[in-house]
């Protein structure tokens, strides 16, 4: 009985730590992280959003095993396109976000560096704690989504409501290491670049967020094929 709880436990974690490296999830964190640099910033920031899918797969399963409540397919599938809507708008917003500021935060001294080639240097700005609120929005709305369904279904396939509970926190726990893992190398990336080549910082953000913006329309245009 011990060993098939601890091999519960073990996938669990195994899962919820593979889960944190799904596509979308990726281009998310890393759009986020990039632009609160650090890797203790960067790091918290993986914390929530592990912390929000984990809240929203623990509901989903309450309602679907202790209550008994069918939760319909077409949920999960608008679930999915309000995913790749937020990664829209994330993305876009970044490459907005990230233009205005790279051109006008430093004023007029700035916007002539940049037009006479100039060496100039860049400041990192945090978004602190609405970064934090954001990320575990995120992870809620990323765990409603069609892969949280899944984990769902397996949460309730458990032989008792013990090993449900083992089961689910386990994979809590894989899915905050795994997004802490991620958004802590993206902030670490992007603080050992901003210190050798702040320019690059520039381009790196930009990056992330047109992965957000790829990832979405993929995932947005998966969904309504399938509708």
């Known amino acids: 009985m011990i060993s098939l709880l601890l ?15 799904e596509p979308d999830h990726l281009a998310a964190v890393t759009t986020l992280a990039t632009h609160d ?5 960067a790091a918290r920031l993986g914390v929530s959003w592990g912390v929000g899918h984990t809240l929203s797969v ?5 309602v679907l095993i202790a209550l008994g409540v ?3 397919d077409r ?3 608008t679930a999915e396109l309000g995913v790749a809507l937020m990664l829209l708008v994330l993305g876009v917003g970044s490459i907005v976000a990230e233009s205005r500021r790279h051109r006008s935060s430093q004023g007029r001294p700035h916007r002539l560096a940049h037009d006479q080639m100039a060496h100039h240097h860049h400041v990192a700005v945090g978004s602190g704690f609405k970064a934090q609120l954001r990320a575990l929005g995120f992870g809620v709305l990323h765990g409603l989504a069609g892969s949280g369904a ?6 309730a396939a458990a032989p008792s409501a013990r090993d449900r509970t083992f089961y689910l926190l386990a994979f809590g726990v894989g899915t905050v290491a795994g997004m802490s893992l991620v958004s802590a190398l993206s ?9 050798r080549h702040a320019t690059a910082v520039h381009y790196l953000r930009l ?9 979405g329309l993929m995932l947005g245009g998966g969904v309504i094929r399938e509708w």
């Open 207 to 215: 990056g992330a967020a047109m992965l957000s913006v790829v990832v």
């Open 70 to 72: 069918q939760v319909p």
């Open 187 to 195: 902030g670490a990336t992007t603080s050992v670049v901003g210190r």
């Open 58 to 62: 623990g509901l989903v399963a309450l």
């Open 150 to 155: 899944v984990i769902v279904l397996i949460i």
């Open 7 to 21: 091999s519960a436990i073990g996938v669990g974690f195994l899962v919820g730590f593979r889960h944190a490296f």
């Open 37 to 41: 640099g650090g890797l203790r910033r």
């Open 75 to 77: 949920f999960y599938a």
